[in-house]
């Protein structure tokens, strides 16, 4: 069973920036693939970014040029650095952990950009 604690979300001006991190603990094996997720009101869940472990990456087309994600697998923490942000990236942030078949979310950290 894999634990997922996040931080870093808060309350930010459009154009600025804010960092979130994501650890993992009780996985007994290296988990294959770490992202972050997002959800705005009234919408669904939707990709923003994930990370293999071996350092493969994919972003939603949303926020690619502009949010960078890494891992740091003798942590089990993955990062997720927001930039430009955009009024339109308010959402709860949820990290997301696949291992050995089975996929683990975090608690949620809400982001909010203010126009």
Not at 13 to 38: H, P, V
Not at 66 to 86: C, E, G, H, P, W
Not at 97 to 104: D, E, L, R
Request: glycine letters at 14%.
């Amino acid at each position: 069973q894999v634990q997922l604690v996040e931080s870093g979300g808060g309350l930010v001006q459009a154009g600025g920036s804010l960092r979130l991190s994501c650890a993992a603990s009780g996985s007994g094996f290296s988990i294959n693939i770490m992202g972050w997720y997002r959800q705005a009101p009234g919408k669904q869940r939707e990709l923003v970014a994930v990370v293999t472990s071996g350092d493969n990456t994919n972003y939603a087309d949303s926020v690619r040029g502009r949010f960078t994600i890494s891992r740091d697998n003798a942590k089990s923490t993955v990062y997720l650095q927001m930039r430009s942000l955009k009024p339109e990236d308010t959402a709860i942030y949820y990290c997301y952990a696949y291992q050995i078949g089975a996929g683990y979310w975090g608690q949620g950290t809400q982001v909010t950009v203010s126009s």
